[in-house]
Each structure stands twice: as structure tokens, then as C-alpha cells.
Nanobody, 124 residues
Framework: VQLQASGGGLVQAGGSLRLSCATSGFTFSTYAMAWFRQTPGKEREFVATISWGGGSQYYAESVKGRFTISRDNAKNTVYLQMNSLKPEDTAVYYC??????????????????WGQGTQVTVSS
């Protein structure tokens, strides 16, 4: 199983980035997917999640209206479009997979597979 996150980088406040997470080794189209983020000294926090079919999404209040999660089941890839970025969005962003055997949710314990993370830095 592999989840390869990419697309992070350095951007000025107000800018945009699009993260991608290419996956392999499991049946992607049956897994809900999510993005989490973590800053040094803090616990990893939920950012956004999308249902296996892509029809439902849920966002943390801190990113609602600015971030959009999407997926392409034909490409086994999940995306996170991040607009109007703020310095407080600076973090390592992780993609994760929630198996069909587990109820869909926003807590880390529901996610079986994790990517390696990609750094997002927003300068003021």
C-alpha cells in the first residue's frame, strides 16, 4: 500500500496550492479519504474528508469555504485545493484512507492508511 502526497510548497498569504495524493495497493474507490495536518508540538488535526463515491464532503471549520477536497477514482487520487491560504495553515499535510469496514469519520483512528506528508508553508 502506498499513498504519495505531493504539491506542497511555499506560498504567500492569500495564495493557493493544490495537494495530490496518489494511491496504490488497495481498492481506492471503496475507501473514504481525508486530509489531516500537523504542526510541530501539536497533535495532528482533521482538515477534510470525502466519501468513497465523492458525493459527500466534510470540512473542519477553520478551512470551510477556502479548501475543497475531491477525488478521481479512475486515477486512485485524492486532491485538496487550498485557496485564500493563511499563515496558520502552515503544516505538514497528510492524506489518509478510511476502509469500508470502519464507519466513516474524522478521527485519526478510523484511518488505516497514511501518506508520508507534504509540507505547506504560508508566509505573511
Amino acid at each position: 500500500v502506498q499513498l504519495q502526497a505531493s504539491g506542497g510548497g511555499l506560498v504567500q498569504a492569500g495564495g493557493s496550492l493544490r495537494l495530490s495524493c496518489a494511491t496504490s495497493g488497495f481498492t481506492f474507490s471503496t475507501y473514504a479519504m481525508a486530509w489531516f495536518r500537523q504542526t510541530p508540538g501539536k497533535e495532528r488535526e482533521f482538515v477534510a474528508t470525502i466519501s468513497w463515491g465523492g458525493g459527500s464532503q466534510y470540512y473542519a471549520e477553520s478551512v470551510k469555504g477556502r479548501f475543497t477536497i475531491s477525488r478521481d477514482n479512475a486515477k486512485n487520487t485524492v486532491y485538496l485545493q487550498m485557496n485564500s491560504l493563511k499563515p496558520e495553515d502552515t503544516a505538514v499535510y497528510y492524506c489518509a484512507g478510511n476502509p469500508p469496514s470502519t464507519n466513516w469519520g474524522i478521527t485519526e483512528s478510523k484511518y488505516t492508511y497514511w501518506g508520508q506528508g507534504t509540507q505547506v508553508t504560508v508566509s505573511s
